[in-house]
């Protein structure tokens, strides 16, 4: 299975052997446990247990055939269909988090795994899209070389489509290094608003700045870091430099 269609299927939470797997189902169609270990080299039991993960994932369904249990994979609509409905349920839930929030909240929260940065991008593209956010404010970008961030840039992408898509608008201002004008995912930026360029902006950090939020996301000895403080000075105080650094910069 080629890399982008493994890198899309790690974003959904499968690991190795469950790519393994689906891959040889979807290339053979339904195949019982003993032929999936065989071909992958996986031990049977444990070939077993990974059908059950991607079961529960909606994945790969089983039937029953002259006794004999067969795994098939499940057509992508209807796999699509349940991750939207979860989706929608965890949405709905978001008012009522809000409700029994302080008004003046003071928080940090430090996210330490690609997955987890992942998600957050994916929180804050969702707010902005469901018109929670109206305001986004970047600085810089991090390493933007695509043999690194390959899987995060694929990402991201994705959700700066669909945002261009919504009928929320925002006023998004991006300032970036110089070196990364002609970058794919910075055009994209370009769709929701303006971006503006500085030749000595460090690159090695992002700073976003949105409501009463201040981020910062990089990567420390090859682990993905975010580090978010919810406090509405220090948002507003690291805005008013955004503001002073747009003014400076290039179109």
Known sequence: MNSKITSILREFGLFEKEIQIYSVLVENGEQN??????????HRSTTYDVLEKLIEKGFVNKITKDKK???????LDETISKFKVKELLLSSLAPELEKIKKKEISNVNIIKTLESQKQFSYNLFNKIINGDIKELSIISGGSMNPEETKSSDLFIERLLKELDKGKNKIQYMGIWNESFRKNTLIKLFRNIGENKFLEKLPTQATTIIFEDSLVYMFTLSGEPQVIEIQNKLIAKENKAYFNYLWEIAKK
């Open 33 to 42: 446990a003993y032929f999936l270990s065989k071909i992958t080299g996986i």
């Open 69 to 75: 249990t067969l795994f098939f994979v499940v057509n």
